[in-house]
């Protein structure tokens, strides 16, 4: 694996995958405007917040949410889009720090935006929880307290235990899904304009991580792990036919998320220890080649 990929795949499988791709950092602490701080019991005293709860005419301040456990979001900029919600593919741009601390994962190394996928245990509880409230166009820092991030295990050396986190981030863009047959739903976060799709007994090499959605949902199996790309015969080959259903309209060089049902998926069978039955599954690909 190149080192790319090991910290994707550190990335996913220790940090409950903050992000699929990203990169972890060893950035100085942050600074942090100390002008302008709020106690409240929403997050812990020694984090400093910068927007107040209600503006001078004592109206609630729109720019900020005060959730459950003392989740808190501080909008920068806010918009009218359609909220966010389960199973919603987006593009966003983010930097992850311990509060008052040294940022630990962020995707500016890459250069581009990420992908996350909403309602797979792809993310801490926090940060899933706190995207729900936002929208696309958003920019922000969603604020999470150690009970929703990493709590008293911490995360090795990389966040201290019961500390919390600050995300700040920039949701660029809601993926729109291709609904493909048998509620199969196609995600592309990474198009290509040439190239072909697949035809039967074409060999496609992929890369990819598998969620559980609906039952207990995170990642059960990926192919970094094992140290190589899967290979399979397109339409002849036994594997699920959601992926099939899928593979069906992407290309070489292409990258998606297929949410697959439980009917085109392991059905009332599911995967011992692995999917419980009637779930639906997810999987994150990265289309290598087709030939």
């Known amino acids: ?4 990929f090991i910290n994707l795949f550190v990335a996913v499988i220790i940090l409950s995958s903050c992000t699929l791709e990203g990169v972890k ?19 812990k005293a020694d984090t400093l917040l910068i927007k107040p709860d209600t503006l001078n005419d004592g109206k609630p301040n729109s720019m900020v949410w005060n959730g459950d456990k003392g989740l808190r979001i501080e909008w920068d900029k806010k ?37 996350l996928k909403i309602g797979i245990g792809q993310l801490i509880e926090g940060w899933e929880k706190g995207l729900l409230q936002m929208h696309p166009g958003d920019k922000g820092r969603i604020m999470i307290p150690s009970k929703l991030a990493y709590g008293e295990n911490g995360l090795g050396n990389i966040v201290p235990v019961n500390a919390d986190i600050i995300v700040e981030i920039e949701i660029i863009e809601r993926i ?50 094992k140290g190589k790309p ?27 998320f297929i949410d697959i049902p439980t009917n085109v998926a392991y059905g009332q069978s599911g995967i011992v220890d692995l999917v419980p039955k009637n779930t639906n599954i997810v999987y994150d690909v990265r289309v290598e080649s087709i030939k």
């Open 25 to 43: 950092t060893k950035d100085k602490p942050q600074n942090i405007d100390t002008t302008t701080a709020y106690n409240t019991q929403m997050i």
């Open 79 to 115: 918009t009218n889009a359609p909220q966010l919600k389960y199973g919603d593919v987006i593009m966003v741009n983010y930097t992850a720090r311990v509060a008052r601390g040294e940022v630990y994962d962020s995707n500016a190394e890459i250069g581009h935006p990420i992908p």
């Open 1 to 4: 694996m190149t080192n790319h």
């Open 176 to 225: 729109t899904p291709i609904i493909l047959s048998d509620g199969v739903k196609l995600y592309k976060y990474e198009t290509v304009d040439e190239g072909e799709y697949p035809i039967k007994n074409q060999e496609i090499t992929f890369d990819y991580f598998a969620f559980r959605s609906n039952n207990k949902p995170g990642l059960y199996d990926n192919s970094y792990e």
């Open 230 to 256: 899967y290979t399979f015969r397109f339409k002849n080959d036994n594997l699920i036919d959601g992926l099939h259903i899928g593979f069906a309209k992407l290309k070489a060089g292409e990258k998606a």
